[in-house]
């Protein structure tokens, strides 16, 4: 038997011992999803119980280093772990922006007391970090971005605002991109962190079209920051911001963008009805569904494709830029087809049988999905600049 | 298995690619129209390709090939594509040879040793009507004497009027049969179009062919399942070399907005034509993941093969199809005229994307093939 196979056998025993049977139940609400941080209550024992496990043997964070929280993994352990945490449908025991965003960022451009210091937390589910990126004048133009923090000697004083601030009113602690050089376009920008309790933080909603609110806006007035609170260089954090963003795409690339990427004629089948050949009673919306269907096997052979090329060095540094286009394109479309083929009853709102209008407001969230993350139109211009090389791109 | 070229997969590209570029470039296909060549292809090229040992790629070792499989096969048509070449290597080397590999037994042993040496020629019949539809096949075999008497009409046959050996798929009384039918046999007529793209496709009658019992390829009544190896490497095939024409089209394009100038400016600077090309580019990446990926399930016997073949020819035939309107279209006028290139890759792509079934025929064998 090989290490792996060892491997394997201990990672089941120890699932099959640790993973409570609540959680290998599908995700259906929110709150079936733990986010951690000091703000977080649990649903039931069984969350507590499975995140207090996977902590315990630093399964939160697999492949990150023990002193940080991890279990250490390598690639191929990691990529076993979470095969066999697929095979009994366990949920995932903690999500986080801190695992999945400034996790990396503090891996690659931290101090060894910063990696000790912050990632420990996150890994154990105590703190819940936010990303503050974006700003109301600043959107895809992102490195315009005016939030301003004034050197103050040992600590910076900062003003502005951000916006579409993920969970900002549910975080305990937000790394934030802040102009401390208005001379600088690209080098005069800080990545700073904080706590989202300093004074001089304040955090609105935003009611989105879809209902809910997971966005915020977030203000800053004359916010005390610690000069020893931030990664990387003074006036070097877009390097370290685009860094994060490239790793977002990345990881969007590797199974996200698409959605859900199984036949969606095959799952409306069942409830549609067919006529005497077997076919979907509707030939039209039949046919739309199978060119659609056609499209999404496609791009899970391109995913494929992707991820062997990107571990191994030989896919081109911007085809991450290509996936998210089109694996968000594509699934804004799954979820017209999905309102569609749901007739009247996907427009439901509310209702009980519709689990609150889920169909409705899945649908409505997609539409994000080209906006979030670099836009549909900034993912083009990538293309046609760094891989085909058009000119003045 | 990771879906990117090998070592040796790699090799084979490098040698092939300047090969074919150097020996059959464009500037080939218009020879051969502008000479109103009578066979389709260049007999002096095919003999060439043997030097390669390309006719025998997918010829088992046993009976004198080089065993190898359709991902390699695969990298042989994307050039082919890319250069517009014309070439019996599809219906030759890949369909006809997946078809007898399939079966085996005298055919196998007849065929296939003289395609890997380059002698043999073989042809396709299969469709019958404008469209592709192996599932109403109409030809008929009846018993007679010793061997079989086929009726029927076959059309869109490649290289029909000079293949050494037809393969004519046909109704017999459980099911379907395949025959092979040598070029002298009785009966056989092959009438010769020139179709859009220069080639030579034949419409064929059986007019009362009479054949050995011994030209059955596989067995009576079971060649549904030698068909469809042979649709399956066919339909793979033409997915790849739709992926050539598609990249060489988009690279013709590519290059053309980097050089044609309006409004003082070079035309790739717009954004209107960046983005459409940056949208191509996409498309074309996951057309060639998806031949890759049929192509590598095809060569594993996966069960998962036959959706992904019909996913990859539906998808190569969207993306190169979008190349080549894009193509024309960036290119203006002078897309419009014979003397440009970028129109006979719109011609080609034409002619590949309706073989072996066009882009709806396969979006409905996906609908199909997941239950509904």
Known sequence: MSNLDAFRTEVREWLEANCPAEMREPVRDEDDICWGGRKFKFKNAAQKAWLDAC???????????????????????????????KRIKARSPLDSFGIWMLGPALLQFGTEEQKVHYLNPIARGEI?????????????????????????????????????????????????????????????????????????????????????????????????????????????????????????????????????????????????????????????????????????????????????????????????????????????????????????????????????????????????????????????????????????? | ????????????????????????????????????????????????????????????????????????????????????????????????????AKAGGTQAGRWLPAIASGEAIIALAIDEGAKHRPDRIATTATRAGNGFRLDGKKSFVLHGHVADMSIVA????????????????KGVTADPRRLVDSSLASHVTLDGVEVDADAVIGEVDAGGEILDALLAATRTGAAAEMVGVGQGAMDMTVNYLKERKQFGKLIGEFQGLQHRAAHLYGEMEVARATVMKAQQLLDEGSEGAKLMVSVAKAKAGRAANLAVREGVQMHGGIGMTDEYDIGLYMKRDRALAEYMGDVHYHIDQVARMNGY
């Not at chain 1, 315990?56 to 945490?85: H, N």
């Open chain 2, 1 to 100: 298995m990771p879906l990117y070229h090998n070592d040796d997969q790699a090799m084979l590209k490098d040698s092939v690619a300047p090969f074919v570029a150097e020996q059959a470039p464009v500037s080939h296909l218009r020879k051969l129209r502008d000479t109103a060549d009578a066979t389709g292809f260049s007999r002096d090229l095919w003999a060439q390709f043997t030097e390669m040992g390309l006719p025998g790629m997918l010829v088992p070792e046993a009976h004198g090939g080089l065993g190898m499989g359709h991902m390699e096969a695969g990298i042989v048509l994307e050039e082919i594509g890319r250069n517009l070449t014309p070439s019996p290597f599809l219906a030759t080397s890949v369909g006809a040879v997946a078809a007898l």
């Open chain 1, 128 to 393: 819940r970090w936010c990303q503050g990126y974006s700003e109301p004048g600043s959107g895809s133009d992102l490195v315009s971005l005016q939030t301003f923090g004034e050197d103050k000697g040992d600590h910076w004083v900062v003003n502005g605002s951000k916006i579409w601030t993920s969970y900002a009113d549910k975080a305990d602690w937000i790394f934030c991109l802040v102009r401390t050089d208005k001379t600088n376009k690209y080098q005069g920008i800080t990545f700073m962190l904080f706590d989202m309790e300093s004074p001089g933080v304040t955090t609105k909603p935003i009611l989105l079209i879809s209902g809910n609110s997971p966005f915020c806006e977030t203000f800053f007035d004359d916010l005390k920051v610690p000069k020893d609170q931030f990664v990387g260089e003074i006036n070097r954090g877009w390097d370290v911001a685009k860094y994060l963003l490239g790793h977002e795409r990345e990881m969007i690339s590797g199974g996200g963008a698409g959605g859900d990427m199984v036949s969606i004629g095959g799952a409306f089948a069942k409830s549609f009805g067919k006529n005497a050949a077997g076919e979907l009673d509707d030939p039209i919306l039949r046919a739309e569904m199978a060119a659609f269907d056609v499209d999404v096997f496609a791009y899970r052979a391109m995913g494929e494709r992707f991820m062997d090329m990107w571990k191994t060095g030989r896919a081109h540094p911007a085809s991450s830029n290509m996936m998210k286009y089109v694996g968000t394109e594509l699934n804004k479309r799954r979820h017209e087809l999905v309102m569609s083929g749901g007739g009247s009853e996907a427009l439901e709102w509310d209702s009980e049988e519709t689990k609150g209008g889920a169909r409705a407001r899945g649908w409505l969230r997609t539409k994000a999905n080209s906006i979030e993350g670099g836009t549909s139109e900034v993912m083009l211009n990538v293309i046609a600049k760094r891989i085909l090389d058009l000119p003045g791109a």
């Open chain 2, 170 to 185: 046909a109704k017999t009384d459980g099911g379907i049969t395949l025959f092979a039918v040598p070029k002298d046999a």
């Open chain 1, 55 to 85: 902590v315990a043997k630093g399964y939160t964070v697999p492949d990150w280093p023990k002193p940080y929280g991890g279990a250490g993994l390598t690639p191929e352990q990691t990529k076993i772990l979470k095969q066999e945490m």
